[in-house]
């Protein structure tokens, strides 16, 4: 007989919808699995306000598949002119769950994030206050330190300081890379959490550049060395509270991931569950993927898990290559490695 896995309806706490076209092409891919996601606000132009956040929901919404039960979480994305009055009240109304810090540049249509924290310090109080979530891209964007030292640097220069002098405020360090952040984030209160994607699990640096550069292994932030890699996926398969899923599934159509200056990201929404039942049964911590996947995140956010489960069955799962968007085709992340572990 097969083996199956049922979990409470998993969660995905970081995710790229982006809008339009692309929109409507993959947003079947997370509502087929996902009960629901933070929703990045890094659109061009950016969601700055309420009003644009309400408006960017109900494209979403007005996106679903039809009978698809999805609640899209919406974020802020902060600048040096965020208003703390319209985000309290976008909370208070229950519109937004998280604000997302970027650094100015530091990814994907960025440029309108933050150079001087200084600008933003009467938000972040509103938001300690209130006990609205900081979402942070952490990575410095200073050219002379090392894209793979970006993320460590990060964390002593900028989130360490911000948070000692916001006591309260309640941080999520996104898409973790680093052993350092892992660290970090293990001696933190409950007032810090650390999403963990399904392709930093999988991939390290050598994956984008041994043998030939992938261009759809190419992520921000970039995969380190194995050593982090594998701190990454002890954390994830610890069961810890502070650590739960955020695909950061980030789709690009294939030309722009094969330009000279290709784009950043990878898109594992169709895929994210088999790879994580299999990197977790690897680990031995298959009784432990419904925490990283379905408890730990409502938990930090105060939000109820879902009532509806899923169920994973171990007789072999296969994902087409890539999918069709009136933009041009999607790449799949592909992990690698055959696939055991399917959701029925």
Same mark, same amino acid.
């Given at each position: 007989? %097969? ?11 970081? #995710? ?13 891919? !997370? !509502? ?11 659109? $061009? ?13 109900? +494209? ?11 609640? =899209?979480?919406?974020?802020?994305? #902060? ?10 009240? @976008? ?11 970027? =650094? ?18 009467? $938000? ?10 900081? *979402? ?22 900028? /989130?360490?300081?911000?948070?000692? @002098?916001? =006591?309260? /405020? ?8 680093? +052993? ?5 984030? %293990? ?21 984008? /550049? ?8 190419? *992520? ?8 982090? +890699? ?9 069961? &810890?509270?502070?650590?739960? /899923?955020?695909?950061? %599934?980030?789709?690009?159509? &294939? ?7 290709? *784009?950043?990201? *990878? ?20 009784? +432990?993927?419904?925490?990283?996947? %379905? ?7 105060? #939000? #109820? ?29 592909? =992990? ?9």
């Amino acid at each position: 007989m %097969s083996q199956t896995i049922t979990l409470r309806r998993p969660d995905d706490w970081h #995710l790229h919808l982006r809008d339009g076209a692309m929109l409507k092409a993959v947003l079947p891919e !997370t !509502t087929a699995h996902f009960a629901r996601a933070i929703i990045m606000p890094n659109l $061009v132009p950016p969601v700055v306000t309420s009003d644009q956040a309400q408006a960017y929901r109900e +494209r979403i919404l007005n996106a679903l598949p039809q009978g698809a039960d999805f609640e =899209p979480l919406m974020t802020l994305y #902060l600048t040096e002119d965020t208003d703390p009055a319209d985000v309290a009240a @976008a909370h208070a109304s229950g519109l937004i769950h998280a604000v997302k810090l970027y =650094p100015a540049g530091a990814t994907t249509n960025s440029a309108s994030g933050v150079a001087n924290f200084d600008k933003v310090r009467a $938000v972040l109080e509103k938001m300690a206050e209130i006990g609205l979530p900081l *979402c942070v891209h952490g990575e410095v964007t200073d050219a002379e330190i090392d894209i793979f030292d970006r993320e460590a640097v990060f964390i002593d220069r900028v /989130l360490d300081p911000i948070r000692r @002098a916001t =006591p309260g /405020l309640r941080v999520v360090m996104e898409h973790i890379t680093t +052993r350092n952040a892992v660290d970090y984030a %293990s001696a933190q209160d409950d007032t810090l959490g650390a999403t963990i994607t399904t392709h930093h699990l999988v991939i390290n640096r050598n994956h984008i /550049l041994a043998g030939g550069i992938k261009p759809h292994y190419y *992520c921000l932030p970039v995969a380190k060395r194995e050593e982090h +890699r594998l701190a990454l996926r002890a954390a994830a398969t610890s069961g &810890d509270n502070r650590f739960f /899923l955020g695909t950061d %599934s980030a789709p690009h159509t &294939d030309a722009n991931k094969l330009l000279p200056c290709g *784009c950043a990201g *990878c898109f594992t929404a169709p895929n994210t569950l088999s790879i994580l039942a299999q990197v977790f049964e690897e680990d031995g911590a298959l009784d +432990r993927l419904e925490r990283f996947t %379905s408890l730990n995140g409502p938990a930090f956010y105060g #939000l #109820l898990p879902n009532d509806a489960t899923i169920t994973l069955e171990k007789s072999g799962a296969s994902y087409p290559d890539h999918i069709a968007t009136e933009d041009g085709p999607v790449t799949i992340f592909d =992990p690698g490695f055959d696939l055991h572990w399917k959701v029925l």
